[in-house]
């Protein structure tokens, strides 16, 4: 797939080799004993946590919710919270329609996506796939939503572009609630969760996308303006049936 | 907290400080009659020039580890070293035992000064619990607070509840109270137009909070405003602002000496 | 590695205050960024502990980072990632072109990165053919003007609205020269519109990394806008330049650290997007790019290591310490002469180029402390800047007429008769000088305080004088 280390040649071992034995020098020590590398080894495994602020932990799912909310608006974010899958589409038309946006929008091949009875929005002209690069409106589902800073954990794959997130100049994100956890480290295990519960980077998707709010820049004598190279509206509908996972 | 300090009537030995040695004494004296006042007994050892901190951030360390040395070796057998300024106590207190820590028998004398050096007004208010005054001083007041004092030796709030008991003071916080005034020791000689721009930023400060008297604890802080309060006011016809070292007032002895860089 | 005017210092802040533009823009930059910081903490009590944890990161990482760089790399190739070793600018810059030829790359489209300024890429890579584009609107801003940045989160910062619209419309001929640019948000939108095309246009895509996570060999960065994520994933080939320090071990220590970095920076809780990335794209995926690699750059990071400047390596590129600058703040960023500004930049730019080529910037502060006090990782900069000026003293690098008088200094302080003497003299002679006007218009050998400022008299007799006759009049010595 594209270049190998034997390309790099015997520059790159000698450049590697001085970098780690430099390290090594500047910490005048040999090589970590066998003893300190099981002490590392049981650190990366043990994926310790550091403080987790408190507002985060030990919610209820409704105040889960109810935080996701709040900081989502936050960060200029629009929510919409349904009961029930089949919702959606009438909140997603609702919702172009008071954007003024026209009724058509791009949605990735996600299986949640897929699940959700898209007739009762007739009106509603959906392509699904990769999203084309035209700055329309774009759909995804997310991993999970994480209530402390309502940021989205959406990973890449077969069923999830990630320039989805990227391309459209708006984006709705469906998310059952039953996937709003507190703290992003909650995420990350579920993350983990869906890859095999190891440190495993052959499983780590491509890509992981943290996405809190829409896309903004203070470069202009540092005042917030929305919608620099991403999406400059970002609504997320909270689907609240809890067998909805 | 204010803690009424265990020793009945501890021997100080005052660390005068270079500055306020060579350009206003009062401040020495205001100190004494603050520190007798609280019950101590105040000796002033006449050994002491300088804490070292010019040689010391300038990188002579030779220089800076031989006159502390002599400060220690001045100041040992007191209960309590106190000195009138955030910077030089900050100079004995935190850096003397980082300074000679590679001198094993230096640095456990350096911790032993180290332990019990403070600030004038930290001292007063925080081991002696002097919280209020006997002085009058009818004047709007406001107040900085000098980097070194601020953020090495925690005095923030002590020298504001000392004024407050100080009759027909009236005090008015000064925004930016905890920005650098530029002064920096060597700094406003080696960088003289950035100094300028601070002490100048500081000055505009001052002025629009509308207060007759700028006070602080670092003499050398004062005479950089002072300085550029002056000749504002020479120049520009800025408001003219009193300026002195709040020990000064504390102690009463505002009719002792003039205010910082005004003729008597 | 690029040219460095640090040794013009004095000149550079010169023309600095002097610049009505700057001072405005920074007028605003240094309130503006310490009050949102301010406030964000406010909102979470758990800062200090997550600063100390931090830390304690940090440090545990650089202690093992041999151990973590190579497990960083396993992990990378395992994703189907290469790992490159870069001592020097020199062999990142060859690297970087390398894999740049071999897929016969025109334009490579950039994100924010400082590694990427530190080893003068882009000027390199025009040099070699292939057209460097900044995607992150401020880096864009100063590449039409052909200038550096200014603060390293915040690279325009130094520049008003009126100023990028005029060099909007100097560069931006194609588009109707009439157009109505009043509001910041037209400025924003005309280079969402350039850029875009340009990012399908890339073959490769370049970026830093905020971090580099040992445990699942992924970098990560951290944007507003958006471009770094356009940046990497839709050209062919997605190129992580970034120095060995940027190790953290787990996504829970990164979890961590992103909880201060963002409000020490902006004030913000998390940034709009940040990314995790790992690899080149999976056989399934539906987009990202075919090649990921990763060029780890030491270029002195670990000649600092069990050094006194060690704790620099902490440093996660927030730019507290110099939002919060006084000096900064009165000079802005271009006068520190090279890629880091600021108290951080102080200690880093002697550290990386040497403190020969860097004389002035650990001398202009006046250790006020802020900077240590701000910074997320509780990186001692006054101290690390002291020590650099205990280098330069023994290295003769203080300059000539500063040495003479501390000198002098010295020499009659640790020699407290004659001091004394001479000091009760002096200050007898200049209370008399001074007695008429309370203070010195002009004073020899004071000449930079007096330009601007009254040098205060003294009262005339020292302390010591005055305290030495009242104990003999009173029986004592």
């Known amino acids: 797939m594209g270049a190998t280390a034997a390309r790099d040649g015997p520059d790159m071992t000698n450049a590697r080799n001085q970098i780690l034995g430099g390290i090594r020098a500047s910490l005048k020590r040999d090589v970590l004993p066998p003893a300190r590398v099981a002490e590392l080894e049981a650190r990366l495994k043990g994926q310790a946590r550091g403080p987790v602020p408190a507002r985060a932990r030990d919610l209820d799912r409704a105040a889960l919710i109810d935080l996701f909310e709040k900081q989502a608006h936050l960060v200029q974010c629009s929510v919409a919270r349904v009961a029930a899958l089949d919702d959606v589409p009438g909140e997603l038309a609702r919702y172009l329609k008071s954007q003024n946006l026209p009724s058509q929008v791009e949605m990735s091949p996600d299986p949640t996506l897929d699940r959700v009875d898209w007739s009762r929005a007739p009106m509603l002209e959906i392509a699904r796939g990769k999203p084309s690069g035209a700055e329309g409106v774009g759909v995804t589902s997310a991993l999970a939503g994480v209530a402390e800073t309502a940021t989205l954990m959406i990973p890449s794959g077969a069923t999830s572009p990630s320039t989805m997130n990227f391309l459209p100049d708006t984006h709705v994100v469906v998310l059952p609630a039953s996937r709003v956890v507190g703290p992003l480290e909650d995420a990350w295990m579920k993350l983990r969760g869906t890859v095999t519960g190891e440190l495993a980077a052959a499983t780590m998707p491509r890509t992981v996308n943290l996405i809190t709010g829409p896309s903004r820049t203070g470069d202009i004598e540092q005042k917030m303006e929305m919608g620099a190279h991403g999406p400059r509206r970002l609504h997320l509908i909270v689907v609240e049936d809890a067998d909805v996972a | ?264 | ?477």
């Open chain 3, 1 to 477: 590695m690029i040219h460095s005017t640090s040794n013009a210092f004095k000149a550079n802040a010169h023309d600095g205050l002097a610049n009505p533009t700057l001072q405005s823009a920074l007028a605003k930059m240094k309130v503006g960024f310490p009050n949102r910081r301010s406030e964000a903490i406010a909102r979470l009590p758990e800062f200090d502990a997550l600063r100390d944890r931090s830390r304690d990161i940090k440090n545990h990482v650089l202690e093992n980072l041999d151990w973590y760089l190579e497990r960083f790399e396993a992990r990378v190739r395992e994703a189907g990632g290469l790992v490159h070793w870069a001592r020097t600018p020199d062999e990142a810059r060859a690297i970087i072109l390398g894999i740049c030829k071999r897929l016969d790359a025109k334009i490579v489209t950039k994100g924010k990165s400082m590694i990427s300024e530190e080893i003068g890429l882009n000027g390199f890579l025009a040099a070699n053919g292939i057209e460097p584009v900044e995607t992150d609107l401020g880096e864009y801003i100063i590449q039409l003007r052909n200038e550096t940045p200014s603060h390293i989160i915040a690279p325009a910062v130094h520049l008003t609205k009126a100023a990028i619209e005029a060099d909007f419309r100097r560069v931006h001929t194609h588009l109707d020269a009439k157009r109505d640019l009043t509001e910041p948000a037209t400025l924003v939108a005309e280079a969402r519109g350039i850029l875009r095309q340009r990012y399908f246009q890339a073959d490769v895509g370049i970026t830093g990394a905020n971090f580099l996570i040992a445990e699942t060999g992924s970098s990560v960065i951290v944007t507003n806008e958006g471009n770094g994520d356009l940046t990497q994933l839709l050209p062919k080939a997605h190129v992580v330049i970034a120095s060995l320090e940027k190790i953290v071990p787990t996504l829970e220590d990164a979890s961590t650290i992103l909880r201060v970095l963002g409000r020490s920076a902006t004030g913000q809780e998390m940034s709009v997007y940040t990314t995790f990335s790992t690899g080149p794209k999976r056989e399934a995926d539906l987009d990202g790019p075919r090649e990921y690699h990763v060029v780890l750059l030491d270029n002195g990071r670990s000649a600092l290591l069990g050094t006194e400047f060690q704790d620099i390596l902490r440093c996660i590129r927030c730019g507290a310490c110099m939002n919060h600058c006084p000096v900064y703040a009165a000079v802005g960023g271009h006068a520190y002469g090279w890629v880091y500004p600021g108290p951080m930049g102080a200690v880093l730019t002697p550290s990386l180029i040497g403190v020969e080529n860097a004389k002035h910037l650990p001398n202009a502060s006046t250790f006020c402390g802020k900077c240590e006090s701000v910074c997320p990782m509780h990186i001692p900069l006054p101290k690390m800047m002291r020590h650099y000026r205990v280098r330069e003293w023994r290295q003769n690098l203080t300059p000539r007429g500063a040495r003479l008088g501390l000198g002098i200094w010295a020499w009659t302080a640790k020699r407290p008769g004659i001091y004394h003497a001479l000091t009760s003299m002096a200050m007898r002679v200049l209370g008399w000088l001074g007695r008429r006007h309370g203070s010195f218009f002009n004073l020899p050998l004071a000449g930079g305080w007096t330009a601007t400022r009254e040098f205060p008299a003294p009262q005339g007799q020292t302390f010591q004088a005055q305290w030495a006759r009242r104990q003999r009049a009173m029986g004592r010595t």
């Open chain 2, 1 to 264: 907290m204010p803690v009424a300090d265990t020793i009945p009537r501890p021997r100080i030995g005052l660390f005068v400080t270079c500055l306020v040695d060579l350009f206003r004494p009062v401040v020495g004296f205001a100190a004494v009659k603050l520190l007798e006042e609280s019950g101590c007994v105040v000796e002033v050892p006449a050994l002491q020039t300088c804490c070292g901190q010019p040689a010391f951030n300038s990188g002579d360390i030779a220089d800076a580890k031989a006159i502390a040395k002599q400060v220690i070796a001045s100041f040992e057998g007191f209960d309590y070293v106190v000195a009138p300024s955030g910077s030089c106590g900050g100079m004995l207190k935190e850096h003397y035992p980082e300074l000679l820590a590679d001198e094993p028998d230096w640095a456990l004398r350096a911790q032993h000064l180290a332990a019990r050096t403070y600030e004038l007004i930290a001292f007063l208010h925080d081991v002696r619990g002097m919280t209020k005054v006997e002085a009058a001083y009818a004047d709007s007041v406001t107040y900085h607070d000098s980097c070194s004092g601020l953020r090495e030796l925690g005095v923030k709030t002590q020298p504001r509840a000392m004024l407050r008991s100080v009759a027909g003071v009236a005090i008015t916080e000064l925004p930016g109270a905890e920005t650098c005034c530029g002064f920096g020791g060597t700094f406003c000689v080696k960088y003289p137009e950035i100094s300028d721009k601070m002490v100048g930023e500081k000055a505009a400060d001052i002025l629009k909070t509308g207060a007759g008297t700028l006070l602080a604890g670092d003499i050398g802080c004062l005479m950089n405003m002072a300085g550029k309060l002056k000749r504002l006011a020479m120049e520009e016809g800025a408001r003219k602002i009193k300026v002195r070292h709040v020990a000064e007032v504390l102690a009463g002895m505002t009719e002792d000496a003039p205010p910082i860089g005004e003729s008597s």
